[in-house]
C-alpha cells in the first residue's frame, strides 16, 4: 500500500505542473499583456511618458512577463559618473545587458533601461521554483541591522505557551500554538504565489484568500514591552521590518524588528466563508439524499419511488439560477436577506439562503445514484442468496445492500469536502458573498495573472488530492477492496 501510496503521489504531482504549465502558457502567451492596466487606477494617473513607461515595465516584471533594469540598478555600487547621461560607463554596462538577450533602450530623458523576455520554460522555472519558501536565520539582510542574531529557539509565547522563535528569519514565531483549529500553526515552510494585481494591489495572493475580512477586531493585547492595549494585531504574525522603518509606536511595543504583524478582522476569510457553507450543504445534501435514495429503492415503482423521480426530474430540470432566485424569493417573505453583506458574516440567517440552496441542488443526484446503486446491487446473486438463508428484507437492505451501494458515494466524499474551499460561482455572486466562488472569474475578467494560477494550483492540487484520499476511504468501508493487482499491499 505504501509504494502504491507514493506511486500515486509521484503520478499526482506530475499532473499538477502539466495543468499549472498549461495555464502559464495560456496567460502569459494568448492573452493581451496591456489588459492588465485598464482596472488599475495608479495607471490612468500618470502622465508623462518617462512614468508610464516605468510603471509599466515594473508591472510587467512583478507579473512575471520579463526582467526590467533601470540605469541606477545596474550603476549600483559603481562610480557615480555612471549615473550620468550618456556616461561611458553606463553605455558599457548596458552593452554587457545587450549581449546577455537584454533590449535596451532609453528614456525621454536619456537613461537606460533594460527589459529581457521571459520563455515559457522561464517563467515555469521562476513561479515553482520560488513557489515553497523556507524561512530559516539567514533570511533577513539589514545593512542598518548589522549585529542582527542569527538564531532559533525555544520561549512562551505571550500566551504562556511555548513557541519556536526565530531571529534572522523573516516570521518571529515559526511554530505556536494558539485555540484555532488545527492548534498547532507553523512558519517554517510557506507558500509564495505571488503578489496579487490590479485587484487587491500589492496584497500576496495567499493572503487575499486566507486572511480574515471587514473591519478590524480589537482586543486586549500584552505587547512584549509590557504595554497593554487594544489592538487588532495578531503578534503570532509579525514579521521583520527594516530598521530604517521602525517608529516610535513599535519601539514601544516590541523589543525588536519583529513589528510588522497582520491585522485581525472581523469576518472570515474567502476560503473559510466558502467552507463554511459548503460543508453545512453538504450535510444537508447527504442527510436528504441518501435516505431519500434508500426510500426510492426500498419502494420500487411506488408512490416513494414516483414522488422522488418526479424531485430528481425537477430539479435538473430547471436551472440552477433559476432555482436561486427562486429560493431567494421565497426567503425574503420570511425575512431572510437576500444579499449577505445586509447582516453580515456573523449572524446565522445570513447563511439560511446560500446553505439551502447549495444543499438542495445537489440532493437530486444524490438520490438518484443511491437509488440506482441499491436497485443494482438488489439484484446481484448474494441477495438472492441472502433470501435463501431466510433473511429479511429489511437485514438484506441494511447489511448486505446498503454497504456496497454506499461505495461510490463513499469514494466522492473527500473531493466533496475538500473542494468545498471552491465555494459556488454563481450562488455567491447573487448573494454577493465575498468567498472563494467569484475569484476565479473575477480574477480572469481583471487580468490577475498571479491570481489565476494560483487559484488553478490549488483547485487541482486539492482535486487530485482527493481522488487518492476517495480511493484509501472506500479501502477502509470494504476492507475487500484493493488497491494493488492481485491484492498485494504493496
Known sequence: MGRYIIGRLIRSAFSVIAVVVIALTLVYTQIDRSKVFQQDPTWVKLK????????????????????????????????SGCMTVGSKEAKTAFEELKNKGYTVK???????????????LDLVKNWFGHLVEVDHPWRISDEHNPNLERKIYIENDYNGLPAIKGSGTVHKYLLYFDNKFPFVHQNFINLNFGVSYPTFGGVGVKDVLTQTQGSSKQLPVVFETGKKANSALQLHTCKYKSTDTIDDLDRGRFFDNYA????????????????????????????????????????????????????????????????IYFVQFIGMKFGLPDKFPTLGAHNVRSYIMPVLILGLLSTGGIMMWMRRFMLDQASSDYVKFA????LSQREIFRKHILRNASIPLVNGIPAAVILTISGAVITETVFAIPGMGKMLP???????????????????TLSILSLLLGDLLV????????????????
Open 48 to 79: 508623462d511618458e518617462d512614468s508610464k513607461t516605468r510603471y509599466m515595465n515594473g508591472v510587467y516584471q512583478r507579473l512575471g512577463y520579463l526582467d526590467f533594469k533601470e540605469q541606477n540598478d545596474v550603476c549600483r555600487g559603481k562610480d
Open 106 to 120: 532609453t528614456y525621454n530623458s536619456g537613461l537606460y533601461y533594460a527589459t529581457k523576455e521571459y520563455s515559457i
Open 260 to 323: 510588522n504583524c497582520e491585522n485581525l478582522h472581523k469576518d472570515p476569510s474567502m476560503i473559510g466563508t466558502s467552507m463554511t457553507m459548503g460543508v453545512i450543504a453538504l450535510i444537508i445534501t447527504y442527510l436528504i439524499g441518501i435516505p431519500a435514495g434508500m426510500a426510492m429503492a426500498a419502494h420500487k415503482d411506488k408512490w416513494q419511488d414516483k414522488l422522488g423521480t418526479v424531485y430528481i426530474n425537477v430539479m435538473s430540470a430547471v436551472p440552477s439560477l433559476a432555482f
Open 387 to 390: 433470501r435463501a438463508k431466510g
Open 442 to 460: 473575477d480574477s480572469i475578467k481583471a487580468y490577475n495573472n498571479p491570481m489565476v494560477i494560483a487559484i488553478t494550483f490549488i483547485l487541482t
Open 475 to 490: 479501502t477502509v468501508v470494504d476492507p475487500r477492496i484493493q488497491l494493488t493487482s492481485k491484492g498485494e499491499s504493496r
